[in-house]
């Protein structure tokens, strides 16, 4: 059973750091794009990072490059996000997401991701 577990969401004022994590398990780890993808209320799912389990290559959302930075751990099977410079339009949920490329990613093609996490709350506060 392919399980993705999230953690490390919360609450922080604007200009705070917050980090994700997602640990993988069930499946073939090496072979997939990881990363997140964030929904406001009232708004679309959209990518926001993703990173090769095998390679280390990354991509982001434009909104974000330059303030989060993604990585990962394979001996953990995990993948982290740091989350700096915050921003109150970060507010939303954030799901961990597998993929086979990182295009499901940058496009927020979201019907392209293989496997979701259940999602941890991310809220910044102005």
């Known amino acids: 059973q392919v399980q993705l577990v999230e953690s490390g969401g919360g609450s922080v004022q604007a200009g705070g750091s917050l980090r994700l994590s997602c640990a993988a398990s069930g499946y073939t780890y090496s072979r997939n794009c990881m990363g997140w993808f964030r929904q406001a209320p009232g708004k679309e799912r959209e990518g926001v990072a993703c990173?090769?389990?095998?390679?280390?290559?990354?991509t982001y959302a434009d909104s974000v490059k330059g303030r989060f930075t993604i990585s990962q751990d394979n001996a953990k099977n995990t993948v982290y996000l740091q989350m700096n410079s915050l921003k109150p339009e970060d507010t939303a949920m954030y799901y961990c997401?597998?993929?086979?490329?990182?295009?499901?990613?940058?496009?927020?093609?979201?019907?392209?991701?293989?496997?979701w996490g259940q999602g941890t709350q991310v809220t910044v506060s102005s």
């Open positions: 990173i090769y389990t095998n390679g280390g290559s990354t």
């Open positions: 997401a597998a993929a086979r490329t990182q295009t499901a990613f940058y496009y927020s093609n979201y019907g392209a991701v293989g496997y």
